[in-house]
Nanobody, 116 residues
Framework: QVQLVESGGGLVQAGESLRLSCAAS????????MGWYRQAPGKQREPVAT???????VYADSVKGRFTISRDNAKNLVYLQMNSLKPEDTAVYYC??????????WGQGTQVTVSS
């Protein structure tokens, strides 16, 4: 079992920045590709960005050039730096760990609200 705890969400104005953090604990040997997903009201959960243990990143087209995902493998932390935030970025952001077995772990989520 891997426990994921997100932090750093909040209310900001359009154009501002936020940095989300996710701390992983538990069976750290199962920590593999980590990522951030988001779910807006009335919409399905969607991937935002993922990062492998080796640092290979993938971004959703909607956040490319604005968001940056990074991780600290020694501390079992993953971050999402979000710049130039837009109202359409408003959602609950979830941290995710995809184990080598294919099983996924999810955090509880953190709310990000961007006002116009």
């Amino acid at each position: 079992q891997v426990q994921l705890v997100e932090s750093g969400g909040g209310l900001v104005q359009a154009g501002e920045s936020l940095r989300l953090s996710c701390a992983a604990s538990g069976n750290i040997f199962s920590i593999n590709t980590m990522g951030w997903y988001r779910q807006a009201p009335g919409k399905q959960r969607e991937p935002v960005a993922t990062i492998t243990r080796g640092g290979v990143t993938v971004y959703a087209d909607s956040v490319k050039g604005r968001f940056t995902i990074s991780r600290d493998n020694a501390k079992n932390l993953v971050y999402l730096q979000m710049n130039s935030l837009k109202p359409e970025d408003t959602a609950v952001y979830y941290c995710n760990n995809e184990r080598r077995s294919g099983t996924t772990d999810w955090g509880q989520g953190t709310q990000v609200t961007v006002s116009s």
